[in-house]
């Protein structure tokens, strides 16, 4: 069964352009899947899988206590596996036609306030590169609504500062241009001009965002600044890379944003998904009143 899941990862990658990150997590889930239905449904042959067998899985999955949205994630990547094989005729049937997906539980996403975002993009020290850099990152995140993937992956030519826009790759190698604002183009400048020379050295490379050996982030580079910086500015919430992402979409939101601007600024190819960042604002809304108003 390993050879059609490499050719399945080989036409997600090269046909259907899909990030890294999305064609990993195909990746690992068909093979906790593969790997079930060989040792635990004893199948030698794809042939042999029938909706049961998926069934089984996905009860196995959930015995694991499995959320319901990974549970959702590996159904979708076992519908596509199964779509594929059926086109290309490994297999006569697709056993997983009528699986219905489970309602993934949408938590709101954890937002910082105004006061809190201003905060943390202060943190850095700008007296040296390393807080130059940062300085900028944080700036750019926040203006923008990058994903912290996209952010690493910039190249020099990608930040148009004299036109005020950033250009960037998303999921599935879709480009958006976004624009930027007054502060972090500034920030931008500022570490193009004077930190990143420093930590470039002699080397050479297009990567705009790098680390102390001179070469591009790393995501997990990323995620040890972020926290050092929150820890600095004495945020008490629990920060994830995607948390300025978060607050940039309900900021604009809050601040009257066009939701459809908002979707097309976050990449994002479903409205639905932009709408949760509506009930956030909503929730924030619904705090302040009960603090503030005198019969609340």
Known sequence: MEEPLKDFIHYMIVEKGLARNTVVSYERDLKSYLQYI????????????????????LY??????????????HIASIRSFHQFLLRERVVEHDPSVHLETPQAERKLPKVLSIAEVEGLLQSPKTANPFGIRDKAMLELLYATGLRVSELINLDLSDVHVTMGFVRCLGKGNKERIIPLGSLATEAILKYIEHGRKELLGKRTTDALFLNHHGERLTRQGFWKILKRLAKEAN?????????????????????????RAVQEMLGHAD????????HVSKVRLKDVYKQFHPRA
């Open 38 to 57: 060989q040792k635990v449904e004893q199948l030698s042959s794809l042939r042999d899988v029938t909706r049961l067998h998926i069934v089984s899985f």
């Open 60 to 73: 196995h999955l959930n015995d694991q206590s499995k959320s319901s949205k990974t549970i959702a994630r």
């Open 235 to 259: 945020i008490q919430k629990e920060l994830t890379p995607h948390t300025l992402r978060h607050s940039f979409a309900t900021h604009l939101l809050e601040n009257g944003a066009d939701l």
């Open 271 to 278: 409205i639905s998904t932009t709408q949760i960042y509506t």
